[in-house]
């Protein structure tokens, strides 16, 4: 069960606090512009190590008293941080070997932040002096609601090549294979001569002449994600031993962050919390946040989660750091609310005037609060008190799109048929596809209990355990629809071949054979005879059971089927256009009795989630209608729109940018 913040009682709103960067004058100044926005939770010590340890054993905490205090006093709860994420100067110093090294053997210097290796003995004993320092000063301190650990996990460091993460690897692989025989079988090394007789012959995939073993690759994936998540479990446990009543969490980075298997992760966090920045440049940003929002709530088994970092407008590490538009902030910040978080909190609260990130937006702005950004942070202040009653209440899915860290890492080795293929741009694909028909879907892995889905998804699920494709049939067999895309089913948890033909682990379920691979030149299509287009891949496929929906009209496969249905289970044999997909989705859900949440398709470029409330005797709902687009757009809805407190009789008016959550009682 997710536990909340201590002490909060409406939504959390706030975003990461530095005083350290800034003169004791600034600090009381900070607290009264804080209460003046509505902040009541800040992150406090992410990056601080230095100035807590300022060398190894002395600690400073006169300065978090200080500040600690000085927000109690005015009513803001505390986020504390293990300030693990950035070891300081002297650290390294005095621990060279904990520095990370390169695939290629090169040793990486001091000088940025995550400059450690995960696997280093030296760093794991740091890090939990310095949490368990903390645990034991703060535990009973009034401010604090919430114990933050480390940050941002793998995000710079997410590999480490050198001798000590060798060993651990080693370790690592006994504990999951037991004897060298079990290995060699996994990981197929009769290929090329790589027979391992002994332990020690095994290192990490380091650069090599040409193709390193994929299965050895695949499990130096599971192994980095395991190693960070062992650093994440030393400093959880000194906090809970000392501080048992005060929820833990770390900040996952979704969705786009691949070295992170956040399913094993997120049953370790009382709370999950999720950092997500858009990409200036992609016009489907929008789109791309709602998926990220859809995956937090999922790996939150539902239930509410917290926004622990977003910008109030640019970012300073894209190679453009382009400025949000006047209405932008407010309108991404409920866009996360509306996909199941209970707070929105920012990256940072004051911007930094020094360092990497000076140019990173923050909620006091350079030029202070006679500023857009800062009305605008006052005014979402004021709009998440209004709309508190969301918390707690649940986000209505009846679909499931597949996502499985392990089939993304494998889906990408090296000597596949195509490096085009982009296990994140199939699955956006999807969710974008859904997104433009007003359907919401949760994610889930492929073994999970799907049976409250009437619909799952899946993308190019390359990697499938037998026991996950099982599942999938069973969900078939018990009434839901599936559909499959293409280069799915292909292998097994070791990466071998499922042999007699594709889609391996599908093919008697979705009755059909593929015979051959025909993947696309850089920049192909190939038209169907529905007038659909493909891209990226095509197969040469034998219905074998299955209806034939579309063929190839053209292209190394032309004649043959396309899309195919068996009973409730599709497959789709190449990349579909946008438009295309959608129409295919659109069908589909029709078939499967899922509905859009507005009733019907919403107009272009509005999103529709609706979240309902648990219980009681007067149910109630939450439309959240969001107008990403330029143009003025109509709703249908029934109720009371929380942020203006206007009555809504039918038919809601949304002009080009607005946001409206009107509450529907009796839903």
């Known amino acids: 069960m997710t536990a909340w913040p201590d002490g909060i009682d409406g939504l959390c709103y706030g975003g990461d606090y530095n005083p350290e960067q800034w003169p004791r004058d600034v600090w009381a100044e900070d607290a009264r512009l804080m209460r003046q926005a509505g902040v009541n939770l800040v992150t406090v010590g992410v990056f601080s190590w230095a100035w807590l340890e300022p060398e190894e054993g002395r600690f400073e905490f006169g300065w978090l008293d200080e500040v600690l205090d000085l927000l109690h006093g005015h009513g803001i709860r505390v986020d504390l941080a293990t300030a693990t994420a950035a070891p300081p100067p002297w650290f390294s110093r005095r621990h060279p070997e904990s520095l990370p090294v390169d695939r290629a053997g090169q040793r990486l210097w001091p000088g940025s932040r995550q400059t450690f290796c995960p696997s280093s003995a030296a760093y ?384 008697e379920l979705l009755g059909v054979r593929v015979e051959e691979f025909c993947p696309l030149p850089a920049g192909g299509r190939v038209q169907l005879d529905d007038g659909s287009t493909g891209s990226l891949w095509s197969e040469v496929v034998h219905a074998e059971r299955a209806e034939v929906l579309a063929r190839y009209a053209d292209g190394p496969a032309a004649g043959g089927p396309a899309v195919t249905c068996n009973g409730s289970a599709w497959y789709v044999s190449t990349r579909l256009a946008g438009d295309d997909l959608r129409r295919l989705l659109g069908a589909v859900c029709n078939h499967a009795g899922v509905a859009p949440g507005g009733g019907s398709a919403p107009p272009e470029g509005v999103e529709l989630v609706r979240r309902r409330s648990l219980g009681g005797d007067r149910p109630v709902s939450w439309l959240f209608a969001i107008n990403h687009g330029e143009r003025p757009a109509t709703v249908e809805a029934t109720g009371v729109e929380l942020l203006t407190g206007v009555e809504v009789g039918g038919r809601l008016p949304l002009p080009g940018g607005a946001v409206a959550i009107v509450r529907e009682d009796g839903a």
């Open 124 to 507: 794991r004993a740091g890090a939990v002096r310095l949490a368990s320092s903390l645990a034991k000063r703060y535990a009973g301190h009034p401010a604090l609601a919430l114990w933050h650990v480390h940050n941002e996990y793998g995000c710079h460091n997410a590999h480490c090549w050198c001798d000590a993460s060798a060993e651990a690897f080693r370790g690592w692989l006994r504990r999951r294979y037991g004897d060298l025989d079990q290995l060699n079988h996994a990981w197929g090394t009769a290929f090329w001569s790589q027979r391992y007789g002994d332990w020690e012959e095994i290192g990490p995939p380091r650069l090599a002449p040409t193709f390193v073993n994929p299965t050895q690759q695949l499990d130096w994936w599971r192994f980095s994600s395991a190693e960070l998540l062992e650093c994440y479990r030393a400093e959880r446990e000194v906090l809970a031993r000392h501080a048992p009543a005060i929820p833990v969490t770390t900040n996952f980075m979704l969705a786009r962050f691949k070295p992170v298997d956040a399913w094993a992760w997120a049953p370790e966090l009382d709370l999950v919390s999720n950092d997500h920045y858009l990409l200036g440049e992609d016009p489907l940003a929008h789109v791309d946040l709602a998926l990220a929002g859809d995956l937090s709530r999922s790996l939150a088994g539902g239930a509410p989660w917290l926004l622990m970092e977003h910008s109030t407008s640019a970012v300073n590490w894209q190679a453009r750091n382009l400025a949000k538009r006047p209405g932008q902030l407010r309108r991404d910040s409920l866009a996360h609310v509306a996909r199941g978080a209970d707070g929105v909190l920012f990256f940072q609260w004051r911007q930094s005037r020094a360092g990497a990130e000076k140019f990173h937006s923050a909620m006091v702005p350079h030029a202070g609060t006679g500023t857009r950004i800062w009305r605008e942070v006052v005014e979402l202040g004021g709009e998440l008190e209004r709309i508190a009653e969301v918390k707690g209440s649940r986000v209505d899915a009846e679909v499931a799109l597949l996502w499985d860290w392990e089939a993304w890492w494998a889906a990408e080795l090296d000597a596949h048929p195509s490096a085009d293929l982009s296990y994140l741009s199939l699955v956006r694909d999807h969710h974008t596809a859904l997104w433009r028909l007003g359907v919401t879907a949760d994610l889930a892995q492929p073994g999970a209990d799907l049976e409250r889905y009437r619909l799952v998804l899946a993308p190019s699920l390359y990697l499938v355990s037998d026991a996950a494709a099982a599942n999938l049939r069973g969900f078939v067999e018990g009434g839901g629809s599936l559909l499959v895309q293409f280069f799915s089913g292909i292998v097994d948890q070791h990466d071998h071949l499922r042999l007699g033909g594709y889609p391996g682990a599908f093919r």
